[in-house]
């Protein structure tokens, strides 16, 4: 049998890859081949053996000493060689790497992300968090801290390699962060010093991780997110563990091959990043990278299901004809691959842009673009990452459901990327706020026009009729202080017709004949013009779509 490679496999992601890489792409190519066949080959295995062998939490040792230690299967391992190993986070700040990442170190990250995620989703969350606690030592730590954490994250090799985390979560604090009551005793705001910390986290990713991004208030500072602080938790010190207990590991959905857990700090030893006033501004920077990664894995669950369906399609026969060639199971094959190339340019834009701010070569446009794109980016890709692995499953019927193939596994893990980084509503708020404080709906029109001045004639009538919508809709909000009820409805047009007028654009890198006819069908799905469609999909042009 023929191995598969995700990589080569997708023309489309190529052509990615080779404008934002230029000259490195060369030099990245090796790497990202051996991803895309490592990810659809051994890694797809180890997914599904991690997924049901999932991690134990050892409290005690032999001799009753408590050592809160996670136990994982082989094949978690296995995984962080491939993913970690494979050089996913080591793109963006390894210097042995510097010549594959050029000028787009984000673009390298997440192309060799996507591939992995495909493979699996629940390791992807600690990659993302050990990236997020990188940047944040990199842009904000003192360079006693950076020197001491930022190669160990940047390790490819399991026996130096640091994980990352990020713990917000409380009880009385979940979306409303300024609720956190995690207490920060001892320092006197001086960056890098170290401070004792008390209190609990309930939802903890990558629980044993050995830097942790915590926010905390200390003693004495205000109340809401103005008064926090934000500090690098080491989970050891001197070889021995630090001041905090694990309480136990969640039962998770989905995402279950690692462990989120509840913790205690009964005098934790931590070393400050950012005091009030500073703390949760930066502890945003790894949040919104977070949702940019929460973008790409949905792009990757709507790619894997895409793959197994269409590959199921192929062979299955019904009524005397592979199940491809019965026109319903056409439609549905199209409208998934289209959906998933319309989300890959959008989320890959994204990215392009998260590199110039990577490289601190954004401009102050570019940054508040990626400010108003970030968490549309985040939830409207979340949203359809579970309506399109929910077709996945049905394609493979009754297969489709059971845990012995991997669609079962995928819809579990999927169905959490509409929850983490931020949940719809508060996606919605925070795109308002970028509205509201940064005239983010200004960037999202001059993205949107770019794509409209190369959209086909009956496309650019469409689209433009949304676009005078959408800015009426914002004049309609402005005036009704009580409108909240409806600001949903005015982000899924924004998000939609964002998407759409992407993959329109040669001037975003896009535009190629599949990508218009993605775009078109998309459209003609989210926005239609009366009850018909007039187009029939065909074997041949899904996978002129998924393959091309």
């Given amino acids: 049998m023929t191995r598969a490679n995700w990589y080569s496999s997708e023309p489309a992601l190529t052509r990615i890859l080779r404008r934002r890489l230029g000259p490195a792409y060369e030099k990245a190519k090796g790497r990202l081949e051996k991803m895309g066949d ?4 051994e890694g797809a295995a180890l997914a599904h053996v991690a997924d049901h062998n999932g991690p134990r939490l050892v409290t005690h040792d032999r001799l009753g000493e408590r050592i809160d230690e996670i136990e994982y299967h082989p094949a978690y391992r296995q995984l962080q060689q491939l993913g970690y190993g494979g050089g996913i986070v080591a793109a963006t700040y390894n210097p042995a790497l510097a010549a594959e990442r050029g000028e787009a170190p984000k673009s390298l990250t997440f192309a060799l992300g996507y591939l992995f995620g495909q493979a699996e989703a629940g390791m992807f969350c600690p990659v993302c968090m050990t990236d997020g606690a990188a940047h944040l030592l990199d842009q ?3 360079k006693e801290l950076q020197e001491r954490f930022i190669p160990p994250l940047a390790s490819t090799d399991l026996s130096t390699l640091y994980t990352g985390a990020m713990f917000l979560t409380e009880k009385e604090g979940g979306s409303d962060v300024g609720m956190v009551k995690t207490v920060a005793k001892g ?3 001086v960056p890098g010093e170290a401070v004792t ?7 903890c990713s990558n629980v044993d991780a050995d830097v942790i991004m915590i926010l905390a208030r200390p003693e004495g500072a205000g109340p809401g997110t103005k008064g926090l602080g934000l500090y690098v938790l080491p989970r050891t010190l ?3 563990r630090n001041g905090y207990r694990i309480d136990r590991i969640k039962d998770k959905l989905g995402e279950r091959s690692f462990p989120t857990g509840e913790v205690t700090l009964d005098g934790a030893r931590a070393f400050l990043l950012g005091g009030p006033g500073e703390g949760f501004h930066q502890m945003t920077e790894m949040l919104n990278l977070s949702r940019l990664y929460n973008a790409v ?16 399609s192929e062979t299955r026969v019904a009524f005397k004809k592979p199940v491809i060639q019965h026109p319903l199971m056409s439609e549905v094959l199209m409208d998934m691959a289209c959906e998933q190339r319309v989300a890959l340019n959008w ?8 590199d110039r701010m990577e490289t601190r070569k954004a401009s102050e446009e570019e ?13 409207w890709l979340g949203k359809r990452a579970v309506e399109v692995v929910q077709e996945g499953v049905e394609a493979l019927a009754g297969n489709g459901y059971i845990e012995d193939w991997p669609m079962a596994r995928v819809l579990r893990d999927v169905h959490v990327l509409p929850i983490w980084e931020g949940t719809t509503n508060i996606l919605v708020l925070d795109t308002f706020r970028a509205i509201k404080k940064e005239a983010g709906h200004e960037m999202l029109l001059a993205e949107v026009e770019k794509g409209l001045a190369e959209a086909p004639g009956e496309l650019k009538a469409r689209l433009t009729q949304l676009t005078d919508e959408l800015k009426a809709g914002l004049v309609e909000l402005a005036g009704d202080p009580r409108a909240e009820h409806a600001l949903k409805d005015w982000t899924d047009r924004a998000a939609l017709l964002w998407s759409i007028t992407t993959s329109l654009s040669k001037a975003a890198g896009f535009g190629t004949d599949t990508d218009v006819r993605a775009a078109r069908r998309v459209l003609a799905r989210r926005a239609p013009v009366g009850l018909l469609r007039t187009d029939r999909a065909t074997p041949d042009e899904v996978r002129a779509i998924a393959f091309s």
Avoid: C, I
């Fill in 38 to 41: 490592g990810a659809a080959n």
């Fill in 140 to 142: 904000h730590a003192t």
């Fill in 187 to 189: 320092g006197k705001g």
């Fill in 197 to 203: 910390l008390y209190g609990d986290k309930w939802f």
């Fill in 238 to 240: 001197e070889g021995k």
């Fill in 297 to 312: 894995a949905s792009v990757s669950g709507m790619r894997r299901a895409l793959v197994e369906a269409l590959a199921w």
């Fill in 347 to 354: 989320a890959f834009r994204g990215v392009a842009l998260m």
């Fill in 367 to 379: 940054r508040r673009t990626l400010r108003m794109m970030t968490p549309l980016l985040k939830y």
